[in-house]
Structures are given as structure tokens and as C-alpha cells.
């Protein structure tokens, strides 16, 4: 792959207490937010984006006088590929640079290639549960198998790519590092994913908060690495935290961060009882119900996954209440039932 010049330049935009920020665009789901500041060493970013956008990347960069050597740490806040993926390929071009991530995350992921393949797999099993409709089920899984084989095809592009995701620096719940001359204190934030962590500036009151809370709901994949409990949970301990600026990795700034994590926790409560109110009306299938909860326009783009599982880990959670039950029928379909 070679990192050249695009032609659309991101804007490096200054938004801040010493951060700026750069949005890239991605080929199959909304623009990343990638967080910088300049401190006495270099730079270090909040993630880094997708692997497509390394060019991007490095083009922001310049603009205010920036290259790939002058970044010096890497944090990851989750190793989902439009976070991380590019740094399969980035250690190649910035040579100098110190990569954090979640401990478990750094001893669980291995062979990055691998193990999106097993997330491939899990969103195909989506799909079959949500669409009994063959025609639609088979052209659903043709679009989104061009998608992952697009993603494959640019690591495939590189000679110099590593599949082996690497971690230099391992990070705990409530670990604290200086990186640069700023102190940062950093959150295991579980729930949108099982490695999720939150940087934390404690000078300035400034949350990284990753993919937590995106327009003022979440992303949580139930049938991969996301858990409802785990969420509710971390909305909780943020809601104890000394929050003044919250960035999310999508999305403008979320404005009055208590405010809106007391809203998802809302919106989640009426999502999980607008399940119930529409099963006590009779059977009905994950496409159905997906529909009813967040719209049909949500098939358009790659929010449809995304979608599904949260509404998935919903439906799980009311199944290990015993309040719905599962139908299963052929090729993975399934069909809900309220238990009476």
C-alpha cells in the first residue's frame, strides 16, 4: 500500500485544551475522530483509524507541519477495525511510536486478520437470525462479504503490513501514565466491546470516550465481543466520574455528558420495553423488531449490523430474565415469543 497524498485533505482543527482533532472518512460506516496534541516529545494520538485512511492521515498531519515520525504514542481505546487496523500497517512508516492498549486486549487479539475473520463469522450468524426471507438474507451477505474482502485486500496490498497486532504498553483499569508531559489516567469501559478503554485527562476533565456513546446511543455487538450488562454497568461508573469534556470517537462533542449518559440508559429501558409491548402482540423476528426500534432507513450503509446487535443484546438479556423465549428455525432463523 502506498501512502500518498489524497485529494481530499481532513482538516487538523483545533477544539481545544491542547487537542485537535482529525476526521476520517471510512469506505462503510461513519467518519473516525482521531484525537492528537503536540506534547514535549511529539505527538500522541487516540486511535488512528481505519487502515484505507492512512493516507488521510498522513496528509492532515502536514498540514501543520507533522509527519509520521513526529508521532510518538498510540492509544487504542478497542481493536475494531476502523480504530486500529491501521496500525497493522503503520509501524512500517512511523518507526518511533509506542503503542497502548487494554492488557487483555494486547493478550487476546493475536493475528488481527484472524480474528476479524471470527467477527466476519458472527456477523453473518446475525444476519441468518435476523432475515428469513432467503433473497434477502443472500443479498445482504453479498454486500457485506464485498465489504470485509475489501478490507482483507488492502492489508493484502502491503509488504509491509504485520497481521500480528502488537501492544507495546499493556494498561489496567485506573492505570496512569504520563505520555508527553501530560498525565493520563485510563478507564476499562467494557459494554460496546470487551477491550473498550476510556483515556482520561484529569487536568482538564476531558473523556476520550471512544465508542461508548454515538448519537446519543450505543454500538453493542452481542454476538462478538459486546455485552448489555457490562454497558449499563459502565454508564454507571461514568456517571460517578468528574466528566467536563466528552469525545467520542463519531460524532460532534457530546455537550453535557452526564445529561446524555443518564439518556442512553433511558432510551435503552424504552428500546428493551418496546420489545416487550410488541411481542405481547404476537411472534416476531430480530429484522421486525430492529425495525420497529430504530428505523428501516438503518439498512442502508453499515449501521445494519450495528443496529441488529443492539437490539440482539437486548433480546438476550430479556431471554436470561425468562421473560421472551427463542424459536429457532432453518439456516439460523429465529423467531421471539413472550413468555406468558
Known amino acids: 500500500m502506498k ?8 482538516e487538523m482543527e483545533d477544539i481545544g485544551d491542547g487537542i485537535f482533532k482529525i476526521v476520517l472518512p471510512q469506505p462503510f460506516y461513519a467518519p473516525n475522530n482521531i484525537y492528537l496534541y503536540e506534547g514535549n516529545d511529539g505527538l500522541t494520538l487516540i486511535d488512528s483509524g481505519y487502515i484505507e485512511s492512512i493516507p488521510m492521515l498522513q496528509a492532515s498531519l502536514k498540514t501543520k507541519g507533522f509527519s509520521f515520525k513526529d508521532i510518538r504514542h498510540i492509544i487504542y481505546t478497542h481493536n475494531h477495525l476502523d480504530h486500529i487496523s491501521s496500525a497493522l500497517v503503520l509501524k512500517s512508516y512511523a518507526k518511533n511510536v509506542t503503542y497502548y492498549g487494554y492488557r487483555a486486549m494486547a493478550d487476546g ?23 428469513g426471507d432467503k433473497e434477502e438474507l443472500d443479498r445482504i451477505l453479498a454486500e457485506s462479504r464485498k465489504g470485509w474482502r475489501q478490507f482483507f485486500s488492502k492489508f493484502g496490498e502491503t509488504k509491509k503490513g504485520d497481521p500480528v497486532l502488537r501492544i507495546d504498553v499493556a494498561i489496567d483499569h ?19 466491546n470487551l477491550y473498550h478503554i476510556t483515556p482520561v485527562d ?32 459502565t454508564l454507571s461508573k461514568l456517571l460517578e466520574e468528574p466528566i467536563k469534556r466528552m469525545l467520542p470517537a463519531h460524532g460532534s462533542e457530546i455537550e453535557d455528558p452526564k445529561k446524555t449518559i443518564t439518556l ?6 424504552i428500546l428493551e420495553k418496546g420489545v416487550l409491548r410488541r411481542l405481547r402482540e404476537g411472534e416476531s423476528d430480530l429484522k421486525v423488531l430492529m425495525e420497529a426500534a430504530i428505523g428501516k ?10 443496529a441488529l446487535g443492539l437490539v440482539y443484546s437486548i433480546i438476550q438479556k430479556l431471554v436470561l430474565e425468562g421473560q421472551i423465549r427463542i424459536e429457532k428455525r432453518e439456516n439460523g432463523y429465529e423467531v421471539f415469543h413472550i413468555v406468558s
Open 3 to 10: 501512502v500518498t497524498i489524497p485529494k481530499r485533505i481532513p
Open 109 to 131: 487479539v493475536g493475528n488481527y486478520l484472524e480474528s476479524m475473520l471470527l467477527f466476519e463469522e458472527a456477523t453473518e450468524d446475525l444476519f441468518h437470525k435476523a432475515f
Open 174 to 192: 485506573n492505570d496512569s501514565l504520563e505520555l508527553g508531559g501530560r498525565l493520563f489516567r485510563f478507564l476499562h469501559t467494557p459494554g460496546h
Open 202 to 233: 484529569p487536568s482538564t476533565g476531558v473523556y476520550f470516550s471512544g465508542d461508548l456513546i454515538i448519537a446519543n446511543l450505543t454500538a453493542i455487538y452481542s454476538e462478538m465481543d459486546g455485552n448489555l450488562g457490562d454497558y449499563y454497568f
Open 264 to 269: 442512553v440508559k433511558k432510551t435503552l429501558s
Open 297 to 306: 432507513k438503518v439498512h442502508n450503509g453499515g449501521h445494519l449490523p450495528t
